[in-house]
Nanobody
Framework: QVQLVESGGGLVQPGGSLKLSCAAS????????MSWYRQAPGKQRELVAQITGGGTTNYADSVKGRFTISRDNAKNTVYLQMNSLKPEDTAVYYC?????WGQGTQVTVSS
């Protein structure tokens, strides 16, 4: 079982930026496809971005051009840089291996 701990959420104004981090336990991190999901109130959890061990990325259409997923295998950490944030980006953001999930970090975009 992989322990995942997210950080970096908070309150930001529309148009602002935040960078989320997710630290993973274990020695096999570089082998995992890592994903960020989010869940807004009253909505289903949805995929935001995904990155393979080799760095291939995939994004939801709603965040393309604004969010960037990256990873540092030496630090067992995956990141989500979020720019040009919109109120509709407000959600709890989760880091996952698709088997294991973090506890989530709240992102609120509001003026």
């Amino acid at each position: 079982q992989v322990q995942l701990v997210e950080s970096g959420g908070g309150l930001v104004q529309p148009g602002g930026s935040l960078k989320l981090s997710c630290a993973a336990s274990g020695s096999m991190f570089s082998l995992y496809v890592m994903s960020w999901y989010r869940q807004a109130p009253g909505k289903q959890r949805e995929l935001v971005a995904q990155i393979t061990g080799g760095g291939t990325t995939n994004y939801a259409d709603s965040v393309k051009g604004r969010f960037t997923i990256s990873r540092d295998n030496a630090k067992n950490t995956v990141y989500l840089q979020m720019n040009s944030l919109k109120p509709e980006d407000t959600a709890v953001y989760y880091c996952t291996t698709l088997r294991d999930w973090g506890q989530g970090t709240q992102v609120t975009v509001s003026s």
